[in-house]
C-alpha cells in the first residue's frame, strides 16, 4: 500500500503542538497538572467561595481556562519554532511518499529515505484530519487526509498501519 502526501507549514505546525503536548503521555498529564495546581494551590479566589459546590465549578472553570491557555501557548511556540526553522522545509516540508512494507513502513523524499521496521511503530493516531505515526520513541510522522482520494482510502491505510504495528 503506497501514498504520496504533501507535507505543508500548517501540517508542521499542527505536528509540532500535537507531538509537544496532548499526543505525549508524558506531557499531557503533566499541563493537566500544571492547570489544576494553578487553579487550586496558586490562586486566591478558592478563599471567596464557601461552597464546594461552587468551589468545584469555578474549579474546573479553572482547570479548563488553565489548560487552554498552556495550549495556546504551546501552538504559539509550535509556530514560532516552525517559522524560525530554515531547515525544515529540507526533507520535512513538501512531498513524502510513504508505503506500508511487509518490512516496516517506508517513508521518501527528495532529501531522504528511511525504512522503519514495525516493532518501532508504536502508536498511529488519527487528530485534526491527519495521521501520526510515532517511530523510534519520539519521532512522528504526519500524513494530512487531504492527499487522499476518499474516506475509505484513509480508513483503509491507517487500518493496515495499525494492523502491522501491532502484529
Same mark, same amino acid.
Given at each position: 500500500?503506497?501514498?504520496?502526501?504533501?507535507?505543508?507549514?500548517?501540517?508542521?505546525? !499542527?505536528?509540532? =503542538?500535537?507531538?509537544?503536548?496532548?499526543?505525549?503521555?508524558? /506531557? @499531557?498529564?503533566? +499541563?493537566?497538572? &500544571?492547570?489544576? /495546581? =494553578?487553579?487550586? /494551590?496558586?490562586?486566591? =479566589?478558592?478563599?471567596?467561595?464557601?461552597? #464546594? $459546590?461552587?468551589? *468545584? !465549578?469555578?474549579?474546573?472553570?479553572?482547570?479548563? &481556562? +488553565?489548560?487552554?491557555?498552556?495550549?495556546?501557548?504551546?501552538?504559539?511556540?509550535?509556530?514560532? $519554532?516552525?517559522?524560525?526553522? #530554515?531547515?525544515? %522545509?529540507?526533507?520535512f516540508l513538501g512531498a513524502h511518499v510513504?508505503?506500508?512494507?511487509?518490512?516496516?513502513?517506508?517513508?521518501?523524499?527528495? /532529501?531522504?529515505? @528511511?525504512?522503519? %521496521? =514495525?516493532? *518501532?511503530?508504536?502508536? $498511529?493516531?488519527?487528530?485534526?484530519?491527519?495521521? &501520526?505515526?510515532?517511530?523510534?520513541?519520539?519521532?512522528?510522522?504526519? !500524513?494530512?487526509?487531504?492527499? &487522499? #482520494?476518499d474516506r475509505e482510502s484513509v480508513d483503509s491505510?491507517?487500518?493496515?498501519?495499525? %494492523?502491522? @504495528?501491532?502484529?
Open positions: 500500500m503506497r501514498h504520496s502526501a504533501v507535507i505543508t507549514r500548517l501540517d508542521a505546525i !499542527i505536528a509540532v =503542538w500535537l507531538t509537544s503536548g496532548m499526543l505525549s503521555p508524558i /506531557f @499531557a498529564p503533566m +499541563y493537566l497538572a &500544571f492547570a489544576i /495546581f =494553578w487553579t487550586f /494551590f496558586d490562586s486566591a =479566589w478558592t478563599e471567596t467561595y464557601s461552597s #464546594p $459546590v461552587a468551589i *468545584a !465549578i469555578v474549579g474546573a472553570l479553572g482547570v479548563l &481556562f +488553565y489548560f487552554a491557555l498552556i495550549q495556546l501557548g504551546l501552538f504559539l511556540l509550535a509556530v514560532v $519554532v516552525v517559522a524560525l526553522s #530554515p531547515r525544515l %522545509k529540507r526533507g510513504f508505503e506500508v512494507r511487509p518490512d516496516g513502513l517506508f517513508e521518501s523524499t527528495s /532529501f531522504n529515505e @528511511a525504512l522503519h %521496521k =514495525w516493532n *518501532a511503530v508504536d502508536r $498511529v493516531s488519527r487528530v485534526l484530519r491527519r495521521t &501520526f505515526v510515532r517511530v523510534g520513541g519520539s519521532n512522528w510522522h504526519v !500524513i494530512p487526509d487531504r492527499d &487522499f #482520494p491505510f491507517v487500518q493496515e498501519l495499525r %494492523k502491522r @504495528a501491532d502484529a
